[in-house]
């Protein structure tokens, strides 16, 4: 029997510059899901809500202002889903739920000791409540903290979706994410969940974006087509030190963020290399965000298991300079992007959460823990219902 719903996934990344919307049909047979996309629109922060978000993560704000932000984020996120909805010719009756990622403004996958507990933390803020209370619908969210509930680091989870999607039955294949942060799912042929390997690279746009942003006084908040990369040489000393990270060389399962690689990184480059424009950055930061992917693929992926193709999503895959570069430093791979598997690469993960929240809503589990450490399976995302559900 065949079970079709509709689900709204939302999502906001590292890149922190708007909420991505996708609504999806899903489809269910066999103890298979099928996806398909029927509308996708992203809406930018406005400019004030942007840079108390920058200011968050760097640490400048206090309790009352992250409270307050909590909300406002709430508005807009609930806003991105009332014109998808709209946009699309759906009601609200028409909706299992709204699965939202939220906006993460700090991200601790390292436990901090506590009265000899170890303790990690995450944090994603975007009420839950005051979007199922505007749009009356059933909604889904804060899911990573279950998954750190479980020892785990909660991230990476877009992995379960891509295993869930992607698998193969003969080929091997490597799902790449190039937002602000770059993460990669290894999907062997014929999987099975336990043999899923995931974990964030290290740096997708987030460098390149903060450079740009800098270099411009705010006019580019990206290099568009990674035209910028092509003005200057790579410094290849400036490089090298930059590959000395520990992060890089840590086994998997790991994640990170812009508690790591973020606009703190970039201005202490700026200061360490006495670079007066950001501009000269640009090429560095994405020859860095290219070797550090490809290093990884290298190093933690193609001794484990064997691989013929990488489908890469995200913004990254707009950026020329990057994806040559890429092809360049493993030739020996096919690269394409989402498209051709029937997924647009900006879309990719809030068509995950849509798929994370519709698990939840069945009640099943939905991280794999061999991508996020946690000891066993859980069922991420807490529930809110409308009033008229209440």
């Known amino acids: 029997m065949e079970e079709a719903n509709l689900v709204i996934g939302l999502m906001s990344g590292t890149s922190m510059d708007g909420i991505d919307a996708a609504l999806v049909r899903i489809r269910e047979a066999d103890a298979t899901l099928q996806v398909e996309t029927l509308a996708f629109h992203t809406t930018p922060y406005p400019a004030d809500v942007q840079a108390e978000l920058m200011r968050t993560v760097r640490g400048e704000t206090n309790v009352a202002e992250i409270c307050h932000l909590n909300f406002v984020l709430g508005e807009l996120f609930a806003d991105s889903a009332l014109a998808l909805m709209r946009e699309a010719g759906v009601a609200r009756s028409d909706l299992l739920c709204i699965a939202s990622h939220g906006q993460t403004v700090w991200h601790q996958p390292d436990p901090i000791e506590w009265q000899g507990r170890p303790i990690r933390s995450t944090l994603q803020i975007g009420e839950l409540a005051v979007i199922a209370e ?8 804060d899911f990573r903290v279950a998954d750190v509930a479980g020892g785990g680091q909660g991230a990476p989870l877009v992995p379960y979706v891509d295993w869930l999607l992607f698998r193969h039955p003969r080929e091997g294949r490597i799902l790449l994410n190039i937002g602000g942060i770059a993460n990669l799912t290894v999907v062997p042929a014929d999987a099975h969940p336990e043999q899923v390997i995931a974990f964030d690279t290290g740096p997708g746009n987030v460098l390149i974006n903060t450079a740009m942003e800098i270099a411009s006084g705010g006019k580019y908040r ?11 040489p790579v410094r290849e000393g400036w490089l090298q030190e930059l590959l000395q990270h520990p992060y890089f060389a840590q086994k998997p399962p790991k994640s990170t963020g812009r508690e790591t690689f973020g606009e703190g990184m970039v201005r202490k480059l ?47 895959v707009h950026n020329r300079t990057l994806m040559k570069r890429l092809r360049e430093l493993l030739p020996e791979l096919e690269i394409e992007t ?23 809503i069945k009640g099943r589990p939905n991280n794999l823990p061999s991508a996020t450490g946690a000891r066993h399976p859980v069922v991420m995302g807490k529930v809110c219902l409308p009033p008229e559900a209440g």
């Open 270 to 316: 700026l200061r360490r290399f006495k670079i007066s424009n950001a501009e000269l950055l640009v090429p560095t930061l994405t020859e860095l965000t290219a070797r550090t992917i490809a290093d990884a693929i290298r190093r933690f992926v193609l001794p484990e298991a064997e691989v013929a193709r990488i489908i890469a999503s995200g913004g990254g």
């Open 134 to 141: 505007r749009t009356g619908v059933v909604t889904v969210g």
């Open 222 to 232: 990206y290099d568009p087509e990674g035209s910028f990369a092509q003005r200057h």
């Open 338 to 360: 989402s498209d051709a598997h029937g997924i647009a690469p900006d879309a990719k993960e809030a068509i995950a959460f849509a798929v994370l929240g519709y698990q939840r």
